[in-house]
Protein backbone atom coordinates (compact mmCIF):
# COMPACT_ATOMS: atom_id res chain seq x y z
CA UNK A 1 0.00 0.00 0.00
CA UNK A 2 0.95 3.74 -0.27
CA UNK A 3 0.10 4.63 2.82
CA UNK A 4 2.99 2.60 4.44
CA UNK A 5 5.24 5.54 4.12
CA UNK A 6 3.19 6.74 6.93
CA UNK A 7 5.13 3.71 8.66
CA UNK A 8 8.57 3.99 6.85
CA UNK A 9 9.10 7.73 5.71
CA UNK A 10 12.03 9.44 8.26
CA UNK A 11 9.88 11.09 11.39
CA UNK A 12 11.08 14.43 10.44
CA UNK A 13 10.24 14.08 6.48
CA UNK A 14 6.98 12.80 7.30
CA UNK A 15 5.84 15.19 9.45
CA UNK A 16 6.50 17.57 7.13
CA UNK A 17 5.47 15.61 4.22
CA UNK A 18 1.98 14.81 5.29
CA UNK A 19 1.19 18.66 6.93
CA UNK A 20 2.88 21.10 4.60
CA UNK A 21 -0.05 20.52 2.16
CA UNK A 22 -2.75 20.59 4.93
CA UNK A 23 -0.89 23.89 6.34
CA UNK A 24 -1.06 25.45 3.00
CA UNK A 25 -4.57 25.09 2.25
CA UNK A 26 -5.71 25.96 5.90
CA UNK A 27 -3.26 29.16 5.70
CA UNK A 28 -5.23 29.64 2.47
CA UNK A 29 -8.32 28.79 4.01
CA UNK A 30 -7.45 31.29 6.42
CA UNK A 31 -7.14 33.89 3.91
CA UNK A 32 -10.55 33.71 2.88
CA UNK A 33 -11.79 34.26 6.14
CA UNK A 34 -9.82 37.21 6.25
CA UNK A 35 -10.87 38.48 2.62
CA UNK A 36 -14.88 37.78 3.57
CA UNK A 37 -14.16 40.22 6.53
CA UNK A 38 -12.32 42.75 5.11
CA UNK A 39 -14.82 43.21 2.28
CA UNK A 40 -17.82 43.23 4.56
CA UNK A 41 -15.86 45.74 6.78
CA UNK A 42 -16.24 48.01 3.46
CA UNK A 43 -20.01 47.99 3.44
CA UNK A 44 -19.73 49.71 7.64
CA UNK A 45 -18.70 48.39 10.74
CA UNK A 46 -22.10 46.93 12.15
CA UNK A 47 -21.66 44.74 8.96
CA UNK A 48 -18.59 43.46 10.84
CA UNK A 49 -19.99 43.56 14.22
CA UNK A 50 -23.18 41.04 12.52
CA UNK A 51 -20.71 38.61 10.74
CA UNK A 52 -18.81 38.63 14.69
CA UNK A 53 -21.43 37.79 15.91
CA UNK A 54 -22.09 35.08 13.92
CA UNK A 55 -19.09 33.52 14.01
CA UNK A 56 -19.73 31.32 17.32
CA UNK A 57 -23.01 29.84 15.53
CA UNK A 58 -20.13 29.15 12.63
CA UNK A 59 -17.72 27.83 14.43
CA UNK A 60 -19.96 25.08 15.80
CA UNK A 61 -21.00 23.84 12.50
CA UNK A 62 -17.69 23.46 11.41
CA UNK A 63 -16.80 21.91 14.68
CA UNK A 64 -19.39 19.02 14.35
CA UNK A 65 -17.91 18.46 10.52
CA UNK A 66 -14.23 18.09 11.80
CA UNK A 67 -15.11 16.25 14.90
CA UNK A 68 -16.89 13.39 12.86
CA UNK A 69 -14.14 13.55 10.40
CA UNK A 70 -11.41 13.27 13.43
CA UNK A 71 -13.08 10.06 14.39
CA UNK A 72 -12.66 8.43 10.85
CA UNK A 73 -9.27 9.58 10.49
CA UNK A 74 -8.17 7.92 13.43
CA UNK A 75 -10.05 4.94 13.17
CA UNK A 76 -9.34 5.11 9.14
CA UNK A 77 -5.36 4.95 10.33
CA UNK A 78 -5.36 2.43 12.89
CA UNK A 79 -7.41 -0.05 10.70
CA UNK A 80 -5.03 0.81 7.62
CA UNK A 81 -1.98 0.10 9.96
CA UNK A 82 -3.05 -3.08 10.96
CA UNK A 83 -3.53 -3.64 7.23
CA UNK A 84 -7.64 -3.95 7.41
CA UNK A 85 -8.82 -2.74 4.28
CA UNK A 86 -12.57 -3.50 4.25
CA UNK A 87 -12.82 -2.23 7.72
CA UNK A 88 -11.53 1.07 6.62
CA UNK A 89 -13.87 1.03 3.74
CA UNK A 90 -16.25 0.16 6.11
CA UNK A 91 -15.51 3.30 8.52
CA UNK A 92 -15.19 5.53 5.39
CA UNK A 93 -18.97 4.81 4.70
CA UNK A 94 -20.36 5.53 7.71
CA UNK A 95 -18.44 8.51 8.00
CA UNK A 96 -19.95 10.05 5.01
CA UNK A 97 -23.25 9.23 6.19
CA UNK A 98 -22.80 10.76 9.48
CA UNK A 99 -21.61 13.96 7.31
CA UNK A 100 -25.36 14.24 5.39
CA UNK A 101 -26.72 13.96 9.27
CA UNK A 102 -24.54 16.37 10.54
CA UNK A 103 -25.71 18.89 7.93
CA UNK A 104 -29.60 18.25 8.62
CA UNK A 105 -29.01 18.99 12.09
CA UNK A 106 -27.34 22.35 11.30
CA UNK A 107 -30.25 23.56 8.54
CA UNK A 108 -32.86 22.70 10.55
CA UNK A 109 -31.30 24.28 13.68
CA UNK A 110 -30.17 27.70 11.88
CA UNK A 111 -33.53 27.93 9.53
CA UNK A 112 -36.00 27.92 12.78
CA UNK A 113 -33.21 29.76 15.76
CA UNK A 114 -30.98 31.93 13.71
CA UNK A 115 -33.07 35.37 13.78
CA UNK A 116 -33.46 34.43 17.64
CA UNK A 117 -29.59 33.69 18.34
CA UNK A 118 -28.63 37.91 17.23
CA UNK A 119 -31.83 38.80 18.72
CA UNK A 120 -30.72 37.08 22.07
CA UNK A 121 -26.91 39.68 21.77
CA UNK A 122 -28.16 42.96 20.52
CA UNK A 123 -30.96 44.74 19.52
CA UNK A 124 -29.27 46.90 16.82
CA UNK A 125 -31.76 46.09 14.25
CA UNK A 126 -29.84 46.30 11.21
CA UNK A 127 -26.77 43.30 13.16
CA UNK A 128 -29.85 41.21 13.75
CA UNK A 129 -31.08 41.51 10.02
CA UNK A 130 -27.80 40.84 8.41
CA UNK A 131 -26.48 38.35 11.04
CA UNK A 132 -29.82 36.01 10.40
CA UNK A 133 -29.29 36.02 6.93
CA UNK A 134 -25.58 35.47 6.89
CA UNK A 135 -26.30 32.56 9.48
CA UNK A 136 -29.04 31.04 7.49
CA UNK A 137 -27.51 30.74 4.08
CA UNK A 138 -24.56 29.54 5.46
CA UNK A 139 -25.85 26.14 7.72
CA UNK A 140 -28.85 26.08 5.37
CA UNK A 141 -26.48 25.28 2.33
CA UNK A 142 -23.66 23.33 4.30
CA UNK A 143 -23.66 19.96 2.95
CA UNK A 144 -21.00 21.24 0.94
CA UNK A 145 -19.06 21.87 4.18
CA UNK A 146 -19.60 18.66 5.70
CA UNK A 147 -18.88 16.65 2.58
CA UNK A 148 -15.68 18.79 1.65
CA UNK A 149 -14.48 18.28 5.12
CA UNK A 150 -14.95 14.06 5.02
CA UNK A 151 -13.55 13.34 1.50
CA UNK A 152 -10.59 15.46 3.24
CA UNK A 153 -9.80 13.21 6.06
CA UNK A 154 -10.40 10.73 3.90
CA UNK A 155 -7.46 11.52 1.39
CA UNK A 156 -5.23 12.51 5.02
CA UNK A 157 -6.00 8.81 6.60
CA UNK A 158 -4.76 7.45 3.39
CA UNK A 159 -1.54 9.50 2.74
CA UNK A 160 -2.78 11.84 0.49
CA UNK A 161 -2.81 15.51 2.31
CA UNK A 162 -1.62 16.39 -0.73
CA UNK A 163 -5.05 16.35 -2.71
CA UNK A 164 -6.97 17.71 0.36
CA UNK A 165 -4.72 20.82 -0.35
CA UNK A 166 -5.95 20.92 -3.71
CA UNK A 167 -9.41 20.50 -2.54
CA UNK A 168 -9.81 22.65 0.21
CA UNK A 169 -7.42 25.33 -1.58
CA UNK A 170 -9.05 25.77 -4.90
CA UNK A 171 -12.37 26.12 -2.67
CA UNK A 172 -11.03 28.70 -0.83
CA UNK A 173 -9.87 30.63 -4.33
CA UNK A 174 -13.30 30.83 -5.38
CA UNK A 175 -14.35 32.31 -2.24
CA UNK A 176 -12.01 34.96 -2.03
CA UNK A 177 -12.61 35.70 -6.49
CA UNK A 178 -16.60 35.79 -5.58
CA UNK A 179 -16.68 37.72 -2.44
CA UNK A 180 -16.06 41.45 -4.09
CA UNK A 181 -18.31 39.99 -6.51
CA UNK A 182 -21.78 39.44 -4.63
CA UNK A 183 -21.36 41.74 -2.17
CA UNK A 184 -20.43 44.74 -4.11
CA UNK A 185 -22.29 43.56 -7.35
CA UNK A 186 -19.41 43.50 -9.77
CA UNK A 187 -19.66 42.68 -13.70
CA UNK A 188 -23.62 42.90 -13.43
CA UNK A 189 -24.37 40.81 -10.90
CA UNK A 190 -27.05 42.33 -7.78
CA UNK A 191 -25.64 44.03 -4.77
CA UNK A 192 -26.27 41.19 -2.14
CA UNK A 193 -24.66 43.00 1.02
CA UNK A 194 -23.35 40.48 3.71
CA UNK A 195 -25.48 38.06 2.00
CA UNK A 196 -23.05 37.87 -0.94
CA UNK A 197 -20.75 37.23 1.21
CA UNK A 198 -22.39 33.85 2.53
CA UNK A 199 -23.40 32.88 -0.91
CA UNK A 200 -19.76 33.43 -2.08
CA UNK A 201 -18.83 30.87 1.07
CA UNK A 202 -21.21 28.18 0.08
CA UNK A 203 -20.48 27.94 -3.38
CA UNK A 204 -16.67 27.38 -2.84
CA UNK A 205 -16.97 24.41 0.01
CA UNK A 206 -19.77 22.92 -2.97
CA UNK A 207 -16.81 23.26 -5.13
CA UNK A 208 -14.27 21.90 -2.88
CA UNK A 209 -16.99 18.89 -2.23
CA UNK A 210 -16.95 17.71 -5.49
CA UNK A 211 -13.15 18.29 -6.18
CA UNK A 212 -13.00 15.69 -2.87
CA UNK A 213 -15.29 13.66 -3.91
CA UNK A 214 -13.46 13.10 -7.56
CA UNK A 215 -10.63 13.11 -5.83
CA UNK A 216 -11.55 10.07 -4.23
CA UNK A 217 -12.91 8.10 -6.55
CA UNK A 218 -10.19 8.39 -8.73
CA UNK A 219 -7.30 8.61 -7.14
CA UNK A 220 -7.67 7.31 -3.16
CA UNK A 221 -7.28 3.24 -3.86
CA UNK A 222 -7.03 2.52 -0.59
CA UNK A 223 -10.67 3.60 0.02
CA UNK A 224 -13.75 2.65 -1.55
CA UNK A 225 -16.99 4.28 -0.60
CA UNK A 226 -20.36 2.99 -2.29
CA UNK A 227 -23.65 4.32 -0.48
CA UNK A 228 -25.44 1.56 -2.79
CA UNK A 229 -27.54 -0.91 -0.07
CA UNK A 230 -25.88 0.62 2.55
CA UNK A 231 -27.57 0.88 6.03
CA UNK A 232 -25.94 2.48 9.07
CA UNK A 233 -23.73 0.46 11.03
CA UNK A 234 -24.31 1.12 15.10
CA UNK A 235 -21.52 -0.05 16.67
CA UNK A 236 -18.93 1.81 13.71
CA UNK A 237 -21.19 5.23 13.91
CA UNK A 238 -20.47 4.85 18.48
CA UNK A 239 -16.76 4.33 17.83
CA UNK A 240 -16.47 7.19 15.36
CA UNK A 241 -18.46 9.34 17.35
CA UNK A 242 -16.41 8.17 20.64
CA UNK A 243 -13.73 10.00 19.46
CA UNK A 244 -15.42 12.79 17.31
CA UNK A 245 -17.74 13.57 20.13
CA UNK A 246 -15.08 15.10 22.26
CA UNK A 247 -13.99 17.37 19.65
CA UNK A 248 -17.20 18.22 18.46
CA UNK A 249 -17.56 19.37 22.42
CA UNK A 250 -14.66 21.22 22.06
CA UNK A 251 -15.64 22.96 19.44
CA UNK A 252 -19.06 23.90 21.21
CA UNK A 253 -17.27 25.08 24.13
CA UNK A 254 -15.15 27.47 21.50
CA UNK A 255 -18.56 28.66 20.06
CA UNK A 256 -20.16 28.99 23.77
CA UNK A 257 -16.54 30.81 25.14
CA UNK A 258 -17.10 33.24 22.02
CA UNK A 259 -21.10 34.00 22.78
CA UNK A 260 -19.95 35.05 26.27
CA UNK A 261 -16.78 36.97 25.56
CA UNK A 262 -18.98 39.27 23.18
CA UNK A 263 -21.56 39.52 25.92
CA UNK A 264 -18.72 40.79 28.50
CA UNK A 265 -17.03 42.74 25.41
CA UNK A 266 -20.00 44.29 24.45
CA UNK A 267 -21.09 45.45 27.97
CA UNK A 268 -17.87 47.80 27.03
CA UNK A 269 -18.99 48.92 23.07
CA UNK A 270 -19.85 47.22 20.05
CA UNK A 271 -16.35 48.15 18.75
CA UNK A 272 -14.72 46.10 21.58
CA UNK A 273 -16.85 42.91 19.85
CA UNK A 274 -15.84 43.92 16.41
CA UNK A 275 -12.42 43.97 17.77
CA UNK A 276 -12.56 40.83 18.60
CA UNK A 277 -13.91 39.34 15.84
CA UNK A 278 -10.83 40.61 14.02
CA UNK A 279 -8.42 39.16 16.36
CA UNK A 280 -10.40 35.81 15.62
CA UNK A 281 -9.71 35.92 11.50
CA UNK A 282 -6.16 36.87 12.30
CA UNK A 283 -5.08 34.51 14.94
CA UNK A 284 -5.95 32.24 11.93
CA UNK A 285 -3.15 32.78 9.87
CA UNK A 286 -1.24 31.59 13.09
CA UNK A 287 -3.34 28.82 14.59
CA UNK A 288 -4.14 27.44 11.00
CA UNK A 289 -0.88 26.50 10.14
CA UNK A 290 -1.06 24.38 13.84
CA UNK A 291 -4.26 22.80 13.29
CA UNK A 292 -2.33 21.72 9.77
CA UNK A 293 0.12 19.99 11.52
CA UNK A 294 -2.26 18.51 13.89
CA UNK A 295 -4.14 17.23 10.95
CA UNK A 296 -0.82 15.40 9.67
CA UNK A 297 -0.01 14.40 12.72
CA UNK A 298 -2.78 12.15 13.43
CA UNK A 299 -2.88 9.77 10.85
CA UNK A 300 0.92 9.44 11.53
CA UNK A 301 1.00 8.21 15.20
CA UNK A 302 -2.61 6.41 14.85
CA UNK A 303 -1.23 4.37 11.83
CA UNK A 304 2.07 3.32 14.05
CA UNK A 305 -0.18 3.03 17.03
CA UNK A 306 -1.84 0.19 14.48
CA UNK A 307 1.52 -1.18 13.78
CA UNK A 308 2.39 -1.31 17.42
CA UNK A 309 5.37 0.92 16.53
CA UNK A 310 5.94 3.10 19.42
CA UNK A 311 9.03 4.31 18.91
CA UNK A 312 8.45 6.22 15.70
CA UNK A 313 4.97 7.49 17.77
CA UNK A 314 7.88 9.11 20.31
CA UNK A 315 9.44 10.76 17.19
CA UNK A 316 6.45 12.15 15.74
CA UNK A 317 5.16 13.65 19.45
CA UNK A 318 8.35 15.08 20.23
CA UNK A 319 8.95 16.53 16.72
CA UNK A 320 5.43 17.89 16.14
CA UNK A 321 5.24 20.15 19.64
CA UNK A 322 8.56 21.57 19.18
CA UNK A 323 7.57 22.67 15.48
CA UNK A 324 4.03 23.93 16.78
CA UNK A 325 5.51 26.07 19.57
CA UNK A 326 7.96 27.67 17.51
CA UNK A 327 4.98 28.54 14.81
CA UNK A 328 3.08 29.87 17.64
CA UNK A 329 6.50 32.02 18.76
CA UNK A 330 6.67 33.38 15.22
CA UNK A 331 2.83 34.40 15.02
CA UNK A 332 3.48 36.19 18.83
CA UNK A 333 6.07 38.31 17.15
CA UNK A 334 4.32 39.42 14.44
CA UNK A 335 0.65 40.14 16.66
CA UNK A 336 3.34 42.80 19.14
CA UNK A 337 5.35 44.10 16.10
CA UNK A 338 3.11 45.35 13.59
CA UNK A 339 -0.67 44.86 15.60
CA UNK A 340 -1.67 48.73 13.81
CA UNK A 341 -1.25 47.45 10.74
CA UNK A 342 -3.09 44.15 11.02
CA UNK A 343 -6.09 45.75 12.10
CA UNK A 344 -5.74 48.11 9.39
CA UNK A 345 -6.74 45.80 6.81
CA UNK A 346 -10.25 45.93 8.32
CA UNK A 347 -10.16 49.53 7.46
CA UNK A 348 -10.47 50.23 11.04
CA UNK A 349 -11.38 53.33 13.25
CA UNK A 350 -9.27 55.37 16.06
CA UNK A 351 -11.50 53.66 18.49
CA UNK A 352 -10.93 49.99 16.77
CA UNK A 353 -7.27 51.02 16.93
CA UNK A 354 -7.58 52.46 20.30
CA UNK A 355 -8.68 48.72 21.40
CA UNK A 356 -7.41 46.80 19.50
CA UNK A 357 -3.68 47.66 19.58
CA UNK A 358 -3.22 46.58 23.13
CA UNK A 359 -5.72 43.66 22.75
CA UNK A 360 -3.14 41.89 20.17
CA UNK A 361 -0.06 42.49 22.13
CA UNK A 362 -1.58 41.01 25.13
CA UNK A 363 -3.72 37.98 23.87
CA UNK A 364 -0.68 37.26 21.39
CA UNK A 365 1.64 36.25 24.76
CA UNK A 366 -0.79 33.23 25.31
CA UNK A 367 0.01 31.72 22.00
CA UNK A 368 3.12 29.75 22.77
CA UNK A 369 1.55 28.06 25.28
CA UNK A 370 -1.47 27.28 23.10
CA UNK A 371 0.99 25.15 20.89
CA UNK A 372 1.77 22.37 23.24
CA UNK A 373 -1.51 21.76 23.97
CA UNK A 374 -2.42 21.40 19.86
CA UNK A 375 0.46 19.37 19.53
CA UNK A 376 -0.85 17.09 23.29
CA UNK A 377 -4.34 17.32 21.38
CA UNK A 378 -3.35 15.53 18.16
CA UNK A 379 -1.85 12.45 19.92
CA UNK A 380 -4.76 12.00 22.38
CA UNK A 381 -7.05 11.95 18.95
CA UNK A 382 -5.20 9.91 17.31
CA UNK A 383 -5.37 7.22 20.62
CA UNK A 384 -8.77 7.76 21.43
CA UNK A 385 -8.30 9.62 24.15
CA UNK A 386 -10.32 12.94 23.18
CA UNK A 387 -12.03 13.13 26.58
CA UNK A 388 -8.56 14.65 27.98
CA UNK A 389 -8.46 17.23 25.05
CA UNK A 390 -12.41 18.09 25.52
CA UNK A 391 -11.08 18.89 29.25
CA UNK A 392 -8.24 20.76 28.18
CA UNK A 393 -10.48 22.78 25.66
CA UNK A 394 -12.99 22.85 28.65
CA UNK A 395 -10.97 24.45 31.70
CA UNK A 396 -9.21 26.87 29.06
CA UNK A 397 -12.11 28.43 27.54
CA UNK A 398 -15.05 28.04 29.98
CA UNK A 399 -13.92 27.10 33.46
CA UNK A 400 -10.86 30.07 33.69
CA UNK A 401 -11.22 32.08 30.97
CA UNK A 402 -14.60 33.48 31.27
CA UNK A 403 -14.90 33.66 34.83
CA UNK A 404 -11.45 35.44 34.71
CA UNK A 405 -12.44 38.23 31.92
CA UNK A 406 -16.35 38.87 34.08
CA UNK A 407 -13.52 39.54 37.18
CA UNK A 408 -10.88 41.55 35.93
CA UNK A 409 -13.78 43.21 32.64
CA UNK A 410 -15.82 44.05 36.62
CA UNK A 411 -12.86 45.09 38.84
CA UNK A 412 -10.63 47.39 36.32
CA UNK A 413 -13.16 48.57 34.35
CA UNK A 414 -11.66 48.99 31.48
CA UNK A 415 -11.40 46.04 28.27
CA UNK A 416 -8.02 45.90 28.24
CA UNK A 417 -7.37 43.85 31.07
CA UNK A 418 -10.11 41.79 29.56
CA UNK A 419 -7.24 40.16 27.31
CA UNK A 420 -5.07 39.15 30.35
CA UNK A 421 -7.63 35.91 30.86
CA UNK A 422 -6.72 34.43 27.61
CA UNK A 423 -2.93 34.01 28.92
CA UNK A 424 -3.83 32.80 32.00
CA UNK A 425 -6.09 29.80 30.78
CA UNK A 426 -3.48 29.33 28.34
CA UNK A 427 -1.27 28.30 31.43
CA UNK A 428 -3.60 26.79 33.68
CA UNK A 429 -4.36 23.93 30.31
CA UNK A 430 -0.65 23.70 29.63
CA UNK A 431 -0.17 22.68 33.45
CA UNK A 432 -3.35 20.11 32.09
CA UNK A 433 -1.90 18.97 29.09
CA UNK A 434 1.63 18.32 30.28
CA UNK A 435 0.19 15.93 33.14
CA UNK A 436 -2.34 13.88 30.46
CA UNK A 437 0.16 13.52 27.69
CA UNK A 438 2.50 11.85 30.71
CA UNK A 439 -0.33 9.46 31.23
CA UNK A 440 -0.93 8.44 27.71
CA UNK A 441 2.76 7.86 27.83
CA UNK A 442 2.90 6.05 30.80
CA UNK A 443 0.10 4.14 30.21
CA UNK A 444 -0.18 3.82 26.14
CA UNK A 445 3.01 4.41 23.94
CA UNK A 446 5.36 2.46 26.79
CA UNK A 447 3.64 -0.72 26.52
CA UNK A 448 4.22 -0.93 22.77
Not at 11 to 21: D, F, G, T, V
Not at 75 to 96: C, D, F, K, W
Not at 138 to 160: H, K, N, Y
Not at 162 to 178: D, F
Request: glycine residues 10%.
Amino acid sequence: MEGNKLGTMPISKLIWNMSLPIIVSMLVQALYNIVDSVFVSRICEQALTAVSLAFPAQNLMIGLATGTAVGVNALMGRALGAGERERANHIATNGVFLAGVGFAICAILAAFFARMFFAAQTSIDYIVDNGATYLRICCCASLGLFAEIMFERLLQSTGRSILSMYTQGLGAIVNIILDPIFIFGLFGVPKMGVAGAAYATILGQWIAAAIGLVMNIRKNPEVSISMKGFRPHGATIRRILAIGIPSVVMQSIGSIMTFLMNQILIAFSATAVAVFGVYFKLQSFVFMPVFGLNNGTVPIVAYNFGARRGDRMRQTIKYSICAAVAIMIVGMLMFQSIPDKLLRLFDASEEMLRLGVPALRIISISFPLAGFGIGAGSVFQALGYSVYSMIISLIRQLVVLIPCAYAIGRVTGDVTGVWWAFVIAELVSLTASALYLRRVNRDVIRTL
